[in-house]
Protein backbone atom coordinates (compact mmCIF):
# COMPACT_ATOMS: atom_id res chain seq x y z
CA UNK A 1 0.00 0.00 0.00
CA UNK A 2 0.98 3.50 -0.88
CA UNK A 3 2.28 5.60 2.24
CA UNK A 4 -0.95 8.09 2.25
CA UNK A 5 1.58 10.82 3.07
CA UNK A 6 3.84 10.40 0.41
CA UNK A 7 2.81 12.54 -3.12
CA UNK A 8 -0.15 11.08 -5.47
CA UNK A 9 2.55 9.28 -8.34
CA UNK A 10 0.58 10.69 -11.15
CA UNK A 11 -1.01 14.19 -11.80
CA UNK A 12 -3.86 13.23 -14.10
CA UNK A 13 -4.45 11.86 -17.95
CA UNK A 14 -1.63 13.78 -19.76
CA UNK A 15 -3.14 13.15 -22.91
CA UNK A 16 -5.51 11.27 -24.78
CA UNK A 17 -4.10 8.98 -28.26
CA UNK A 18 -6.31 9.45 -30.66
CA UNK A 19 -5.27 7.05 -33.41
CA UNK A 20 -6.05 9.24 -36.75
CA UNK A 21 -5.88 7.60 -40.59
CA UNK A 22 -4.75 11.33 -41.47
CA UNK A 23 -4.17 14.72 -39.73
CA UNK A 24 -5.71 17.15 -41.28
CA UNK A 25 -9.11 16.13 -40.91
CA UNK A 26 -8.04 16.04 -36.68
CA UNK A 27 -6.24 19.21 -37.33
CA UNK A 28 -9.24 20.93 -38.66
CA UNK A 29 -11.56 19.94 -36.13
CA UNK A 30 -9.61 20.04 -32.55
CA UNK A 31 -7.46 22.98 -34.48
CA UNK A 32 -9.43 25.33 -36.35
CA UNK A 33 -12.97 24.31 -34.34
CA UNK A 34 -12.14 24.00 -30.69
CA UNK A 35 -9.37 25.86 -30.79
CA UNK A 36 -6.06 23.62 -29.96
CA UNK A 37 -2.78 24.44 -30.58
CA UNK A 38 0.33 22.05 -31.89
CA UNK A 39 2.33 22.08 -29.14
CA UNK A 40 4.93 19.27 -30.38
CA UNK A 41 5.13 17.31 -33.76
CA UNK A 42 7.17 14.64 -35.33
CA UNK A 43 7.92 10.62 -34.71
CA UNK A 44 7.86 8.30 -32.12
CA UNK A 45 10.78 6.28 -33.02
CA UNK A 46 10.69 2.71 -33.86
CA UNK A 47 11.76 0.86 -31.52
CA UNK A 48 10.34 2.84 -28.92
CA UNK A 49 6.95 2.60 -30.13
CA UNK A 50 7.57 -1.36 -30.65
CA UNK A 51 8.32 -1.35 -27.54
CA UNK A 52 5.34 0.72 -25.80
CA UNK A 53 2.73 -0.48 -28.38
CA UNK A 54 3.69 -3.46 -30.71
CA UNK A 55 3.38 -1.39 -33.68
CA UNK A 56 6.42 -3.32 -35.33
CA UNK A 57 10.13 -1.79 -37.56
CA UNK A 58 9.22 2.00 -38.40
CA UNK A 59 8.65 5.44 -36.90
CA UNK A 60 5.08 6.34 -36.03
CA UNK A 61 4.07 9.78 -36.99
CA UNK A 62 2.65 12.03 -33.63
CA UNK A 63 1.11 15.22 -32.67
CA UNK A 64 0.67 16.68 -29.45
CA UNK A 65 -2.26 19.34 -29.49
CA UNK A 66 -2.72 21.43 -26.30
CA UNK A 67 -5.37 23.81 -25.25
CA UNK A 68 -3.73 27.41 -24.66
CA UNK A 69 -0.79 25.48 -23.93
CA UNK A 70 -1.73 23.02 -21.01
CA UNK A 71 0.65 20.62 -20.12
CA UNK A 72 -2.07 18.11 -19.23
CA UNK A 73 -5.30 16.93 -21.05
CA UNK A 74 -4.09 17.46 -24.11
CA UNK A 75 -4.77 15.40 -27.79
CA UNK A 76 -2.22 12.64 -29.01
CA UNK A 77 -2.31 12.18 -32.49
CA UNK A 78 -0.89 9.06 -33.48
CA UNK A 79 -1.25 8.05 -37.39
CA UNK A 80 -1.92 4.51 -37.77
CA UNK A 81 -1.41 3.34 -41.81
CA UNK A 82 -3.02 -0.40 -41.19
CA UNK A 83 -5.25 -0.47 -38.25
CA UNK A 84 -6.72 -3.51 -36.55
CA UNK A 85 -10.01 -2.65 -37.09
CA UNK A 86 -12.26 -0.07 -38.95
CA UNK A 87 -12.76 3.25 -37.52
CA UNK A 88 -16.40 3.11 -34.95
CA UNK A 89 -17.70 5.40 -32.74
CA UNK A 90 -17.68 4.15 -29.41
CA UNK A 91 -21.35 3.14 -27.63
CA UNK A 92 -21.72 4.02 -24.45
CA UNK A 93 -22.82 0.07 -23.50
CA UNK A 94 -19.29 -0.98 -25.07
CA UNK A 95 -16.86 -1.86 -22.99
CA UNK A 96 -13.73 0.13 -23.42
CA UNK A 97 -12.75 3.22 -23.80
CA UNK A 98 -15.46 5.89 -25.24
CA UNK A 99 -15.77 9.54 -24.77
CA UNK A 100 -13.39 12.21 -23.97
CA UNK A 101 -14.52 15.19 -22.39
CA UNK A 102 -14.02 19.06 -22.39
CA UNK A 103 -15.77 22.71 -21.26
CA UNK A 104 -17.52 24.54 -23.41
CA UNK A 105 -18.32 28.18 -22.47
CA UNK A 106 -21.49 28.03 -24.47
CA UNK A 107 -22.72 24.64 -25.72
CA UNK A 108 -25.82 26.37 -27.47
CA UNK A 109 -23.27 28.28 -29.48
CA UNK A 110 -21.37 25.26 -30.22
CA UNK A 111 -23.80 23.34 -31.41
CA UNK A 112 -24.99 25.47 -33.69
CA UNK A 113 -21.58 26.42 -35.15
CA UNK A 114 -21.16 22.87 -36.02
CA UNK A 115 -24.35 22.66 -37.55
CA UNK A 116 -23.54 25.60 -39.68
CA UNK A 117 -20.18 23.77 -40.01
CA UNK A 118 -22.50 20.40 -41.08
CA UNK A 119 -20.98 18.80 -38.29
CA UNK A 120 -24.69 16.93 -36.63
CA UNK A 121 -23.82 15.90 -33.09
CA UNK A 122 -24.82 12.70 -32.52
CA UNK A 123 -26.91 14.14 -28.49
CA UNK A 124 -27.84 17.74 -28.91
CA UNK A 125 -27.82 19.89 -25.73
CA UNK A 126 -29.64 18.53 -23.01
CA UNK A 127 -29.77 18.74 -18.93
CA UNK A 128 -30.19 16.27 -16.73
CA UNK A 129 -30.03 15.69 -13.17
CA UNK A 130 -27.55 12.82 -11.08
CA UNK A 131 -27.52 12.78 -7.73
CA UNK A 132 -24.44 13.07 -5.81
CA UNK A 133 -24.03 13.32 -1.93
CA UNK A 134 -27.75 13.40 -1.18
CA UNK A 135 -28.38 16.62 -3.90
CA UNK A 136 -29.18 16.60 -7.22
CA UNK A 137 -26.34 17.79 -9.37
CA UNK A 138 -27.70 19.24 -12.48
CA UNK A 139 -25.56 18.95 -15.82
CA UNK A 140 -25.71 20.21 -19.63
CA UNK A 141 -23.86 18.38 -22.10
CA UNK A 142 -23.88 17.56 -26.07
CA UNK A 143 -21.57 14.15 -28.03
CA UNK A 144 -19.69 15.64 -30.68
CA UNK A 145 -18.70 12.94 -33.34
CA UNK A 146 -14.78 13.46 -34.49
CA UNK A 147 -12.95 11.87 -36.99
CA UNK A 148 -12.03 8.10 -37.11
CA UNK A 149 -14.91 7.49 -34.43
CA UNK A 150 -13.58 9.62 -31.51
CA UNK A 151 -16.85 10.86 -29.84
CA UNK A 152 -16.21 14.26 -28.28
CA UNK A 153 -18.58 15.10 -24.98
CA UNK A 154 -18.86 18.74 -24.38
CA UNK A 155 -20.14 19.92 -20.83
CA UNK A 156 -21.24 23.04 -20.41
CA UNK A 157 -20.13 23.29 -16.59
CA UNK A 158 -22.68 24.93 -13.78
CA UNK A 159 -19.07 25.60 -11.78
CA UNK A 160 -15.81 24.97 -13.49
CA UNK A 161 -13.30 23.14 -11.76
CA UNK A 162 -9.44 23.12 -12.40
CA UNK A 163 -9.09 23.97 -16.12
CA UNK A 164 -5.41 25.40 -17.51
CA UNK A 165 -7.06 26.61 -20.06
CA UNK A 166 -9.37 28.98 -18.62
CA UNK A 167 -6.80 30.25 -16.10
CA UNK A 168 -4.56 30.84 -19.16
CA UNK A 169 -6.93 32.36 -21.66
CA UNK A 170 -10.52 32.57 -19.91
CA UNK A 171 -12.30 33.87 -23.11
CA UNK A 172 -11.62 30.91 -24.82
CA UNK A 173 -14.38 28.64 -26.28
CA UNK A 174 -13.77 25.37 -25.14
CA UNK A 175 -11.08 23.70 -22.81
CA UNK A 176 -8.50 21.27 -22.41
CA UNK A 177 -9.51 17.78 -22.04
CA UNK A 178 -11.58 18.13 -18.49
CA UNK A 179 -12.15 14.18 -18.55
CA UNK A 180 -11.78 11.07 -19.87
CA UNK A 181 -14.66 8.11 -20.07
CA UNK A 182 -14.31 4.45 -19.56
CA UNK A 183 -16.85 1.49 -19.30
CA UNK A 184 -15.75 -1.22 -17.76
CA UNK A 185 -17.11 -4.94 -15.77
CA UNK A 186 -15.20 -3.72 -12.04
CA UNK A 187 -15.39 -0.39 -11.54
CA UNK A 188 -13.94 -1.33 -7.82
CA UNK A 189 -10.72 -3.06 -9.78
CA UNK A 190 -10.20 0.05 -11.72
CA UNK A 191 -10.88 2.62 -8.78
CA UNK A 192 -8.33 0.72 -6.76
CA UNK A 193 -5.75 0.85 -9.39
CA UNK A 194 -6.11 4.58 -10.36
CA UNK A 195 -7.38 5.66 -6.58
CA UNK A 196 -5.58 6.52 -3.27
CA UNK A 197 -4.05 3.15 -2.49
CA UNK A 198 -2.64 2.93 -5.89
CA UNK A 199 -1.80 5.72 -8.36
CA UNK A 200 -2.63 8.49 -6.37
CA UNK A 201 -5.84 10.20 -7.76
CA UNK A 202 -8.80 11.16 -5.51
CA UNK A 203 -11.82 9.35 -5.64
CA UNK A 204 -14.24 12.64 -5.63
CA UNK A 205 -17.66 10.31 -5.57
CA UNK A 206 -18.90 7.10 -6.23
CA UNK A 207 -22.56 6.85 -7.28
CA UNK A 208 -25.44 4.80 -9.11
CA UNK A 209 -27.71 6.96 -10.61
CA UNK A 210 -30.41 7.02 -13.22
CA UNK A 211 -31.92 9.69 -15.01
CA UNK A 212 -34.30 9.92 -18.27
CA UNK A 213 -32.03 12.69 -19.53
CA UNK A 214 -29.07 10.90 -19.34
CA UNK A 215 -30.49 8.18 -21.45
CA UNK A 216 -31.42 10.30 -24.10
CA UNK A 217 -27.81 11.97 -24.30
CA UNK A 218 -26.00 8.57 -23.61
CA UNK A 219 -28.62 6.42 -26.01
CA UNK A 220 -29.01 3.87 -23.25
CA UNK A 221 -32.46 2.25 -22.75
CA UNK A 222 -35.10 3.85 -20.63
CA UNK A 223 -34.24 3.45 -16.70
CA UNK A 224 -30.41 2.16 -17.09
CA UNK A 225 -28.74 2.31 -13.79
CA UNK A 226 -25.53 3.78 -14.36
CA UNK A 227 -22.47 3.35 -12.01
CA UNK A 228 -20.03 6.35 -12.27
CA UNK A 229 -16.82 6.73 -10.34
CA UNK A 230 -14.85 9.92 -10.80
CA UNK A 231 -10.86 10.08 -10.05
CA UNK A 232 -9.28 13.33 -9.82
CA UNK A 233 -5.62 14.61 -9.68
CA UNK A 234 -3.92 17.77 -9.27
CA UNK A 235 -4.07 18.56 -12.68
CA UNK A 236 -6.62 17.32 -15.96
CA UNK A 237 -7.81 15.09 -17.53
CA UNK A 238 -9.81 13.51 -14.85
CA UNK A 239 -10.96 9.73 -15.11
CA UNK A 240 -14.93 9.12 -15.50
CA UNK A 241 -15.37 5.23 -14.84
CA UNK A 242 -18.66 4.09 -15.74
CA UNK A 243 -20.95 0.59 -15.65
CA UNK A 244 -23.99 -0.02 -16.46
CA UNK A 245 -26.38 -2.70 -15.32
CA UNK A 246 -27.96 -4.64 -17.73
CA UNK A 247 -26.52 -6.04 -21.03
CA UNK A 248 -23.49 -5.01 -22.74
CA UNK A 249 -22.51 -4.67 -26.53
CA UNK A 250 -19.30 -4.56 -28.13
CA UNK A 251 -16.18 -5.25 -25.69
CA UNK A 252 -13.45 -2.86 -27.76
CA UNK A 253 -10.60 -3.73 -25.47
CA UNK A 254 -8.84 -5.83 -27.27
CA UNK A 255 -9.00 -3.47 -30.65
CA UNK A 256 -8.34 -0.27 -28.56
CA UNK A 257 -4.14 0.20 -28.42
CA UNK A 258 -2.03 3.03 -29.55
CA UNK A 259 -0.89 2.95 -32.55
CA UNK A 260 -2.64 0.44 -33.98
CA UNK A 261 -6.22 1.68 -33.50
CA UNK A 262 -8.17 4.67 -34.61
CA UNK A 263 -10.03 6.73 -32.47
CA UNK A 264 -9.67 7.02 -28.93
CA UNK A 265 -7.26 3.89 -28.30
CA UNK A 266 -5.10 4.88 -24.88
CA UNK A 267 -4.03 7.56 -22.09
CA UNK A 268 -0.55 8.94 -21.39
CA UNK A 269 0.13 9.51 -18.02
CA UNK A 270 2.98 11.40 -16.87
CA UNK A 271 4.54 9.98 -13.09
CA UNK A 272 6.81 11.54 -10.52
CA UNK A 273 8.32 7.68 -10.05
CA UNK A 274 8.13 5.05 -13.15
CA UNK A 275 9.42 2.33 -10.92
CA UNK A 276 6.96 3.19 -8.04
CA UNK A 277 4.02 3.63 -10.33
CA UNK A 278 5.14 0.25 -12.44
CA UNK A 279 5.04 -1.81 -8.86
CA UNK A 280 1.39 0.11 -8.05
CA UNK A 281 0.29 -1.23 -11.07
CA UNK A 282 1.17 -4.69 -10.16
CA UNK A 283 0.03 -4.52 -6.99
CA UNK A 284 -3.31 -3.37 -7.61
CA UNK A 285 -4.13 -6.14 -10.97
CA UNK A 286 -2.40 -4.14 -13.53
CA UNK A 287 0.11 -5.65 -16.11
CA UNK A 288 3.35 -4.18 -17.17
CA UNK A 289 3.64 -5.14 -21.06
CA UNK A 290 7.95 -4.72 -20.73
CA UNK A 291 10.68 -3.28 -19.44
CA UNK A 292 10.69 0.48 -19.63
CA UNK A 293 12.58 2.71 -22.66
CA UNK A 294 13.94 6.05 -23.08
CA UNK A 295 12.50 8.04 -25.27
CA UNK A 296 12.33 11.50 -26.89
CA UNK A 297 9.25 12.32 -28.74
CA UNK A 298 6.44 14.52 -29.43
CA UNK A 299 4.19 12.69 -26.81
CA UNK A 300 6.52 12.19 -23.95
CA UNK A 301 9.40 14.58 -24.39
CA UNK A 302 12.38 13.17 -23.18
CA UNK A 303 11.39 10.40 -20.47
CA UNK A 304 11.63 6.78 -19.44
CA UNK A 305 8.40 5.27 -20.77
CA UNK A 306 6.40 1.98 -20.02
CA UNK A 307 3.31 0.34 -21.75
CA UNK A 308 0.64 -0.86 -19.14
CA UNK A 309 -2.95 -2.13 -18.71
CA UNK A 310 -5.64 -1.79 -16.08
CA UNK A 311 -7.21 -4.33 -14.37
CA UNK A 312 -9.83 -3.65 -17.08
CA UNK A 313 -7.59 -3.58 -19.86
CA UNK A 314 -7.63 0.05 -20.80
CA UNK A 315 -3.91 0.86 -22.16
CA UNK A 316 -1.86 3.28 -20.92
CA UNK A 317 1.52 4.65 -21.26
CA UNK A 318 3.37 5.72 -18.14
CA UNK A 319 6.15 7.83 -18.44
CA UNK A 320 8.44 10.06 -16.13
CA UNK A 321 10.36 13.10 -17.48
CA UNK A 322 13.93 13.17 -17.86
CA UNK A 323 13.87 16.91 -18.52
Not at 91 to 108: F, P, S, T
Request: aromatic share 6%.
Amino acid sequence: MRDQGSAPLVEGITGAVIGVAAFRPHLEFFGHRLGYEVAAEGVVPAAVADALWGTGPRDVDAVALTAAGAGTGRVHLVRVPEPVAPAGRPHNLDRGLIGIDMYARDIEDAHARCAAAGISWTSPPATYGVAVGGKEVMVTQGVCPAPDGTAVVFVQPAAARGTAAWEADPGRMFTELTSVVCHVPDVDAEVAFWGPDGLGMALWYDVTFSSPGFDTVADLPPGTRMRLAFLAGERTARIEVTCAEGDHRADLRPVQRPGRSLGHSGWTVRTRDLGAALDAVRRTGGEVSGEPVETDDPLHGKAAAASVTTPNGISVTLYESRA
